[in-house]
């Protein structure tokens, strides 16, 4: 697959991608080499990784827990800690390998140890090739809040291999995939109707699903690098989606939704509100709603658990003088931005989702 040029990176992909890195470190005058896995990719991953690594660079590997429970400032810490025990410098290099929390985490690391080092980012998992690999978005969590705390800084190369996902558990694999019907409903209706039918998938054909997607994002992504407008659309389905995920990561009474889980039932709210607001049309919300619901499980929120998810929104990273804004939907393939919504509707949305059937 050809590389595809970022904004001051490429995304390489496979076996060339490995040539493509192995003669970066070749090049390159590194001091050192930090390696960030979790615990899981340790295992799972890192082996097969450096197999294919050729470097005569001294290496550290650099364990993290895993989970979004972990995307904190305290892991930050304890891993700059790590760094600075270990001589890391300026001149050393960063790669991180593993799904969103690694790469998020590894990328706001490096972007903030003596001011800055520069990374590469190998992701996992398929919400981490679709997503994170593209746009320089670094971070963590702030307490159970979504990625309150962060920086936009590239790195100098992602490697996309698509043999890591051997690796994944099915939930995984849908909470990736999630992000990809993102993609197709804001930004390319034929990507959609592809993704609308996946029982025949090969392994092949997973891999241009995943060159597509990220294709889609590095365009919107390169349109617009600092959000002013158009990086918002990617947004679909994120403001209630992060809200929920907030809400389920920090009450005991609820379990865990994975980040694609708690986007899908984002993007069946938002798409109900889109009918209601922007005329999307009624046919497409029962596709959408039918072919998410297909993949991804219906949960019940009671009413109280509603007016704390709406609570939530405040936080949401798009609001500007206490506005909350929404990215809604025209039409399959066509986004707007900025669009306020009352309370009232946000829960007729959860209503039309909790009598939902796929």
Not at 103 to 108: E, N, R, V
Not at 137 to 145: A, N, Q, R
Not at 221 to 229: A, F, M, N, T
Not at 297 to 314: G, S, Y
Request: proline share 2%; aromatic share 8%; glycine share 6%.
């Amino acid at each position: 697959m050809t590389p595809i040029a970022a904004a001051t990176y490429d995304i390489v992909f496979n076996t060339n991608g490995y040539d493509r890195l192995n003669k970066l470190l070749r090049d390159s005058t590194y001091s050192k080499l930090f390696i960030i896995v979790d615990n899981h990719t340790h295992e799972h991953c890192l082996p097969s990784f450096l197999s294919m690594l050729e470097t005569e660079l001294e290496m550290e590997i650099v364990e993290v827990p895993s989970g979004e429970e972990n995307k904190t400032i305290d892991t930050c810490v304890q891993v700059w800690e790590a760094l600075a025990d270990l001589n890391a410098d300026r001149k050393a290099l960063i790669i991180n390998v593993g799904g969103g929390v690694v790469t998020d985490l590894g990328g706001f690391i490096a972007s903030t140890f003596k001011r800055g080092m520069d990374f590469i980012n190998i992701p996992t998992s398929l919400l981490s090739m679709v997503d994170a690999s593209v746009g320089g978005k670094t971070g963590v969590d702030l307490g159970s809040l979504k990625n309150l705390v962060g920086v936009i800084n590239n790195p100098e190369m992602v490697l996309i291999d698509a043999g890591f996902l051997a690796t994944l558990p099915q939930n995984e694999m849908r909470s990736g995939l999630a992000e990809m019907y993102k993609h197709g409903l804001i930004a390319d209706k034929n990507y959609w109707e592809k993704l609308s039918n996946l029982e025949a998938m090969t392994s092949d054909d997973l891999n241009h699903l995943i060159y597509e997607s990220v294709i889609i994002k590095n365009t919107i992504v390169l349109e617009d690098p600092r959000e002013q407008g158009k990086r918002k659309t990617l947004n679909y389905g994120h403001t209630l989606g992060h809200a929920i995920e907030s809400y389920c990561l920090s009450s005991e009474n609820r379990k865990t939704l994975l980040h694609g889980e708690a986007i899908a039932i984002g993007m069946i709210l938002e798409s109900f509100i889109s009918e209601t607001l922007c005329g999307f049309p009624s046919d497409d919300l029962k596709n959408v709603t039918n072919i998410l619901l297909n993949m991804y499980e219906n949960v019940d929120f009671d009413q109280n658990e509603i007016d704390h998810i709406i609570k939530l929104l405040k936080y949401d990273k798009k609001n500007a003088n206490g506005i909350i804004n929404f990215v809604l939907l025209e039409d399959i393939g066509k986004a707007v931005v900025d669009k306020q919504v009352s309370n009232d509707l946000i829960k007729k949305a959860f209503e039309y989702y909790a009598f939902a059937k796929a």
